[in-house]
C-alpha cells in the first residue's frame, strides 16, 4: 500500500505526494505524456533526443546539472515507446531548488544551437554504444520492424536510423517541444520526507503561472491483427547463436495484461521457473533463455529471447522451446506453482516499497495510464487470475500463425572445428 | 511578490550525517553478526561473508565455481528444491565472488526468515556439487564469457588489470577461455574445505530487525561449533612495475575505442583518502565533472567517460574509462591529459569547488539510507578496517577542503605522467 494525495493546478499539472519519513531525501519525478510513439515515421529519435536537450538550459538558467548539483542532487532521465521521464533526488533542506529548475525546463528551454549540436552527436554515440558496437546490439532493431508493420511501435527509442538524428532541425526540435512539453501533459510526483502542507505552496509557487498547452491528441495507427507467422533470418559476428520469438499482446489496461505478466513469470522469473529449470539445467538445450513482457501502452509484444547450448541448432532450440510452450496451453497451471509466482510478485511490490524513487515513478506511471490510485488495487488483480485464465490466455497468445521469429546466427569462421 | 525565475533559492550547506549505529553481536557459538536495523518494510538482507575469494585459488576459476555451485543441491534439499522454495517465499539469493571474498546475500521477508534461512544454512554448509550440473554451468558460463571477450570494453579493463598488478599477482590474474575445461567438482570440494569453514564468516544483517530476527539467525548459524583454522590471508606483493605508457591495441571492427588508463592509488583508511576523493570525483566522478563535462559536453565525443577509485582488501586503483566515438579517440586522449594536468597545475576555483562538496554531501546522504544501502556500508567497515563513522564523518574532511588541499591532492597522486593508458578499437 502506497499512501499518497493528489490535487491538480489550474493549468492541468496533475501533482501527487507521498510522504515517506524514513529518508532525509525527496524524490521529484516529472513524467511527460510523450513517447516515440508519437513521431513521424520519417523524424524518429526526436523523444530521446529531446530528453537529451531537456538538460541543455531552460529559460532563466543556463545549466540544469550545476545548480543541482551545487545543492547535493542527483537526477537522471528516461525516454521509451510510451514516455519520458525525469527524476531528481535531492536533500530536503534543499527541495526548492529542483522546483525552480523544473518548473523553469517546463516553462521553456533555450534551445541553444550548440546544444542541439553536442547532444547530436552525444546521441549518435550512444546508438553506436548500446546498438552498433556490442554483439547482439542490433537485435531490437530487427524485432520491432519484423512484429509491427504499421504501429508506430515499429521503431525503437533511440531511431529508426541514425540518419533521422542526424538530420534533426531546430525548428522540428522546437515544434516538439510546444506540443508536449506544458503542464497538462505532465504529472508531477513528490516521494519522501514531504507533506502536502510542505508541497502544495511550493507547487503553486513555481508551476501554477507555467501556461497550460494544447491538448495532445493521439491518433495512433491501430497495428492490424496479424495473419501469418514470419520468420527472420540475419548472420552476425557473434559467437553464439541467438533466438528471438515475439507475439502480440493485449495493451495495459487489458483485464488480460496481468495473467500475460504471470505466464512470463511461470515460464521465466526466478531459478525455479519452467523454462530455466527444463530447458537450461535439465536438457541443457539453452544456455540462457528469458520470457518477459514489454510492458508497453498499446498492445505490446510478449518475447522469448535466448542463447542455444553450443552443439545445438537453432531448429532444435526452437522446437524444444515450442514443446514447453505447447505445455502451458495444453495444461493447466497447478495450485502450487501459481500461488508461488503471486509470491513472488507480492514480495517484489514489497521490495519495490523500499525506494523513494521507485515509488514515484510508480505512482506517475499509474497515473498516466490511468490513475494513481490504481497503483494499490493492482496485487489485487493478479491474486483474483485462476488456472483457468491463465491456460485461456495463453491459448490466444502463443499461436504459431501469430509469432514473429528471429534467428540470429553466428558467422562461421574459418577455424570452426566440426 | 513577483515570482522571480532568474534567482535560485538559497541553500543549505549538508554538513552532518547521521546513521543508525552497528550493534556487534556475537551468536551463541562466538559466530560474529553486525546489524543495522532500519527501514519501513518487513525485511531484512543477509550477508554472508567468506574469506574464499579468488586470492585463494590456485587455479583459475575456482573460487568462482565453488561460490555458484553451493545452490545446486544440499544435503537435504535438491537444486529444485532450493530453487522453488526460495521462489515461493519470495526471496532472492545473490552469490558473489570478489578477489577477496566469497558472498552469499539473501533478501526475505521477515515472515519467511525462518524457511529461507534454514535451506542457506543447509547450502553454505552442507552442499552437495554434482558433476553433472557444474557441466551444465560451466558451459553457460563459457559462453557468456566468450561473448564478453568480444567487447572493447571487456579487453581494455582486462589489459588494464594485467599491466597494473601483472598477469600472475593475485589482484592482476585473470581467467581465458580454456580455463573453463579444467575445472572439476573436486578441485571445488577441495577449494571449500579449505575457504568455506565457519570459523570465518561473518554475518551482516540489516532492515527491520527484531529480537526474534537475532533467535532465528542462531537457529541456523549459530549452533554448529565453529571448527577449522582462522584463515589467513595470502600475502600479496605490492610492488609495482607498471610503466606509464600509452598502449594501442588494435580491434577490428569496432565502431568505438575503449579506453581504460589509470594507477595504483590510496586505500580508504589513508588519512588523505576523502581529500583524494574529492579532487578526482572533480576530475571524473559524477555528471558535471571536467571530464564529462569536456569530453561529452562540450565536444560530443562520447556517451560517457568516468573516474573512479576501486578497492580490494590490500591494494586501491585510480581508473578512467570511456568508450569513445573511434575516429575522436586519438584527440579524446588529449583532451583527457590535458584535464588531469589542468588539475594539478591550476587552483579549483571556489564555486566549482563548493559545487563538488555539496554534490557530494548530497550523494552521501542518499547512500546511507535504507536498508540495502546501510548494509553494505556496514560490510566496507569490516572489510576494509575502518571506524563505524569514517563514511558520516568523511563529510566534515570533504566540507572543510581548500583549493590548496585539492592542487596538492592531484599532484601527489593524479600526475598524468605516472599513468597508464590503454586504446582498444579500429584504428
Known sequence: ?418 | MKLNRLQAPDLREISKISTPKIEKLSLDNGMPLWVINTGSQELVKVQISIPAGTIYQHQSLIAFFTNKILKEGSKHFSASQIAERLDFYGAFLDTKVTRDQAYVNVFCLNKHLNSVLEIIADLLTKPIMPQKELQTIIEQEKQGFAIQMQKVKSISHRKFNHYIFGEKHPYGRLAQLNDYGQVDVDHLKHFFLENYQMKNWHIFLSGQVSKESIIILNRHFGQIERKGKQSEKPIIDLHYSYQAKRHFIEHKGAMQTSLRMGKVSLQRHHPDYFLLSLSQTILGGFFGSRLMQNIREDKGYTYGIHSMISHHQQAAVFSISSELGSEFAHKALEEVYKEIKRLRTEKVPDDELSLVKNYMAGGLLKSLNGPFALGEMMRMVKEYDLSQDHFSDSIHAIQAATSEDVLRMAQKYLNEEDMLSIMVGNH
Not at chain 1, 59 to 67: E, L, Q
Not at chain 1, 319 to 344: A, D, G, H, P, S
Open chain 1, 1 to 418: 500500500m502506497i499512501e499518497f494525495n493528489k490535487f491538480e493546478l489550474k493549468n492541468g499539472l496533475t501533482v501527487i505526494v507521498h510522504q515517506d519519513l524514513s529518508t532525509p531525501i525527496i524524490a521529484m519525478n516529472i513524467l511527460y505524456k510523450v513517447g516515440a510513439r508519437d513521431e513521424n515515421p520519417n523524424k524518429t529519435g526526436f523523444a530521446h533526443l529531446f530528453e537529451h536537450l531537456m538538460f541543455g538550459g531552460s529559460v532563466n538558467i543556463p545549466t540544469f546539472d550545476k545548480p543541482l548539483e551545487k545543492a547535493g542532487g542527483e537526477n537522471n532521465a528516461f525516454t521509451n515507446s510510451d514516455i519520458t521521464n525525469y527524476y531528481i533526488t535531492i536533500p530536503k533542506e534543499n527541495l526548492e531548488t529542483a522546483f525552480w529548475l523544473e518548473s523553469d525546463r517546463m516553462l521553456n528551454l533555450a534551445f541553444t544551437d550548440k546544444s542541439l549540436e553536442v547532444q547530436r552527436q552525444v546521441v549518435i554515440e550512444e546508438f553506436k554504444q548500446s546498438y552498433l558496437n556490442q554483439p547482439y546490439g542490433d537485435v531490437w532493431l530487427l524485432l520491432k520492424p519484423l512484429a509491427y508493420q504499421t504501429h508506430p511501435y515499429q521503431w525503437n527509442t533511440i531511431g529508426k536510423d541514425i540518419t533521422h538524428i542526424e538530420n534533426a532541425k531546430m525548428e522540428d526540435v522546437k515544434s516538439f517541444y510546444k506540443k508536449y512539453y506544458h503542464p497538462n501533459n505532465a504529472i508531477l510526483v513528490l516521494s519522501g520526507n514531504i507533506s502536502m502542507d510542505e508541497a502544495k505552496p511550493l507547487c503553486e509557487k513555481w508551476f501554477a503561472n507555467i501556461p497550460a498547452g494544447p491538448k495532445v491528441i493521439r491518433e495512433i495507427p491501430v497495428e492490424p491483427e496479424q495473419k501469418e507467422a514470419r520468420q527472420l533470418i540475419v548472420e552476425r559476428e557473434v559467437p553464439s547463436d541467438a533466438l528471438y520469438i515475439t507475439f502480440h499482446m493485449k495493451d495495459r489496461l487489458h483485464p488480460d495484461y496481468q495473467s500475460t505478466d504471470l505466464l512470463s513469470d511461470i515460464l521465466s522469473n526466478g531459478p525455479s521457473s519452467r523454462l530455466y529449470r527444463k530447458l537450461v539445467k535439465e536438457k541443457g538445450i539453452f544456455a540462457e533463455l528469458d520470457a518477459y513482457i514489454g510492458g508497453d501502452i498499446d498492445p505490446g509484444l510478449f518475447i522469448f529471447s535466448g542463447k542455444p547450448s553450443v552443439g545445438i541448432s537453432l531448429e532444435q532450440a526452437e522446437q524444444e522451446l515450442w514443446v514447453e510452450i505447447e505445455r502451458i496451453k495444453e495444461q493447466e497451471v497447478e495450485e502450487q506453482e501459481l500461488q508461488k509466482v503471486k509470491n513472488k510478485l507480492e514480495s517484489a511490490m514489497v521490495f519495490g516499497e523500499v525506494s523513494i524513487l521507485n515509488k514515484a515513478m510508480s505512482l506517475a506511471y499509474y497515473e498516466s495510464i490511468s490513475r494513481a490510485e490504481d497503483l494499490n488495487l493492482e496485487v489485487e488483480k493478479y491474486r483474483k487470475i485462476t488456472s483457468k485464465q491463465l491456460q485461456r490466455v495463453a491459448q490466444e497468445l502463443f499461436t504459431k500463425e501469430k509469432s514473429n521469429t528471429l534467428y540470429y546466427k553466428a558467422k562461421k569462421s574459418q577455424h570452426e572445428t566440426k
